[in-house]
């Protein structure tokens, strides 16, 4: 493995109590490649992600995470890790600039705390106790947690869960901002425009395997899926699927068809998902 990949998997294996929840991934995440794991309730993105993350055990594989196997990484590692998890509960009586201070002592290099909350917008609230913060101010307080240390590589598990369209804009900047400073990213997301707006590349997960991995716009045929059109002629309503719409529109137009209720739409990157997680249950 050379130093441009940050992550590299193969043949990754869990099971619990017998039950094999994730059969055989290959994963390769380049450095400073934001990538999406998508996948429905229980596909196995949490275990894989801890697995990466050096919180759970493999039952078989190789993991390189950094570098290193995280399964036997020290210290110097993990400070060069940042993990956002699903919900952190604890300390609920410090303040947030209290609890981002705190895991800031934990980093060598760590970015100034009133940074770090200006960066996840908290201000408003970086003296309120954290058992006062909203569900959403929560989330950024995780996102916080994670990012103080500068990490080299950031876990996000499902960052945005509860945040407002607002603040999940404001997130999407944050990522793009960390990114572009060269930060490597693993996210999982249930949202596909959030997936679509921040990856460079994404796998969908489903059982255990990985059923399709590319770009947001060649995922699972993407780029070669056809269009529908759909218009009204005559005051009926129209609709055809064609691999490619210029001869069709070419034919309208020189009908004189009234095209005012024309529509052109290729498939989103929900609609690709929802096949293919349809295609593998
Ligand atoms: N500690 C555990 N003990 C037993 N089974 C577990 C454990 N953790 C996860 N599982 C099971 O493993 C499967 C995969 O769970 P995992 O949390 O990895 O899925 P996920 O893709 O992250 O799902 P979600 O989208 O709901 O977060 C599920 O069937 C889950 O019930």
Same mark, same amino acid.
């Given at each position: 493995m050379d130093g441009m990949t940050a992550i590299e998997v193969r043949g990754l294996r869990k099971a619990y109590r017998g039950h094999e929840v994730v059969r055989g991934i290959d994963l390769e995440v380049g450095r400073g490649e934001v990538f999406a794991l998508l996948g429905p309730n229980g596909a196995g993105k949490t275990t894989t992600t801890e697995i990466l993350e050096g919180h759970r055990r493999r039952d078989a594989g190789e993991v390189r995470v950094l570098g290193a196997d995280p399964g036997t990484a020290g210290p110097d590692w993990r400070a060069r890790i940042g993990i956002v998890l699903q919900n952190t509960e604890d300390a609920a009586d410090l303040t947030a600039t209290e609890m981002v201070r705190h895991i800031a002592g934990f980093y060598p290099d760590s970015r100034p705390v009133a940074e770090v909350i200006g960066l996840v917008g908290l201000e408003e609230k970086k003296n309120s106790r954290i058992r006062?913060?909203?569900?959403?101010?929560?989330?950024?307080?995780?996102?916080?947690?994670?990012?103080?240390?500068?990490?080299?590589?950031?876990?996000?598990?499902?960052?945005?869960?509860?945040?407002?369209?607002? $603040?999940? *804009?404001?997130?999407?900047?944050?990522?793009?901002?960390?990114? !572009? +400073? @060269? &930060?490597?990213?693993? /996210?999982?997301?249930?949202?596909?425009?959030?997936?679509?707006?921040? $990856?460079? *590349?994404?796998?969908?997960?489903?059982?255990?395997?990985?059923? !399709? +991995? @590319? &770009?947001?716009?060649? /995922?699972?045929?993407?780029?070669?899926?056809?269009?529908?059109?759909?218009?009204?002629?005559?005051?009926?309503?129209?609709?055809?699927?064609?691999?490619?719409?210029?001869?069709?529109?070419?034919?309208?137009?020189?009908?004189?068809?009234?095209?005012?209720?024309?529509?052109v739409t290729r498939p989103t990157l929900e609609d690709i998902y929802l096949n293919l997680i349809g295609a593998h249950r």
């Open positions: 006062t913060l909203s569900g959403g101010q929560r989330r950024r307080l995780d996102v916080a947690l994670g990012i103080v240390g500068r990490p080299e590589l950031l876990f996000l598990d499902e960052p945005t869960t509860g945040f407002d369209p607002e $603040a999940r *804009r404001h997130f999407w900047d944050l990522i793009r901002t960390l990114a !572009a +400073e @060269g &930060t490597t990213i693993l /996210l999982t997301t249930h949202y596909l425009e959030e997936a679509e707006a921040l $990856a460079d *590349r994404l796998a969908v997960l489903a059982a255990g395997q990985i059923v !399709a +991995e @590319g &770009t947001p716009a060649t /995922l699972g045929g993407r780029a070669q899926a056809g269009a529908r059109v759909t218009w009204h002629e005559n005051g009926v309503a129209r609709t055809e699927q064609v691999d490619d719409p210029t001869p069709l529109l070419r034919k309208l137009v020189a009908a004189d068809t009234d095209l005012r209720t024309l529509t």
